[in-house]
């Protein structure tokens, strides 16, 4: 248990003659309580509820915001547990046909940027602080404009933190030919940590997805 300092300890430990040991205990103590307090204050900031519907929005080098769909929470009654449902504005990309499929992809700077709908059969839930079936439903990879066919192995995957009104995503680089085939347990994401790499801020054009 964390002790709140005494202030009269406090002003004992600092007149003048005392052990200087004992005036670093004093103050190692109120470092302490201050970095208790601090943590404490930082918990309770409000953190945005996984119920309703949210814009998705990415944000470009430029600073440009593209609301590209929403996404809905529904609670399930099980906990704090909500099914998400991920609606794109698909007027809002374009169709390529890459590798006998055709995606929907949105230009920005030098790249193209299309979007990878998860194929497989999944719980489809979330919780707070537990996502990673929401980053599955947001799964993108890039490519130059030329360049011929999908580049797969040029996967992008957005790892969400909560703020105080949403999420925000930052971009980490995955290989989508990993999702080629079922995976053995289809209840667990397959894109655990392990298998994502975090880039650079500057890496991709677009640098931020925002839930809000």
């Not at 709140?4 to 600092?14: F, I, K, L, V």
Request: one cysteine or more; aromatic letters at 8%.
């Amino acid at each position: 248990m964390t002790r709140t300092p005494d202030p009269q300890a406090d002003r004992h430990c600092r007149r003048p003659g005392r052990h200087r040991a004992l005036r670093g205990a004093c103050a190692a103590l109120a470092a302490a309580w201050l970095g208790t307090m601090a943590a404490a204050g930082a918990q309770a900031q409000p953190v945005a509820a996984l119920d309703g519907e949210r814009r998705i929005v990415l944000v470009a080098a430029d600073g440009t915001r593209t609301e590209i769909g929403t996404v809905r929470f529904t609670p399930t009654g099980d906990g704090p547990t909500s099914r998400v449902a991920v609606a794109l504005h698909t007027e809002r990309f374009t169709d390529h046909f890459l590798s006998m499929r055709e995606f929907k992809c949105l230009p920005g700077g030098t790249e193209l940027s299309c979007h990878v709908p998860y194929p497989y059969a999944n719980p489809g839930t979330v919780a707070p602080g537990q996502l990673a079936w929401l980053e599955h439903r947001l799964l993108f990879f890039f490519k130059k404009p030329a360049d011929f066919g999908a580049k797969l192995w040029n996967g992008i995957y957005w790892q969400l933190k909560p703020t105080p009104t949403g999420w925000v995503g930052t971009p980490q680089a995955i290989d989508l030919n990993r999702i080629g085939a079922p995976p053995d347990q289809p209840n667990e994401p397959p894109y655990r940590p392990a298998l994502r790499d975090d880039l650079p801020a500057d890496a991709r054009w677009f640098r931020q997805l925002l839930i809000e």
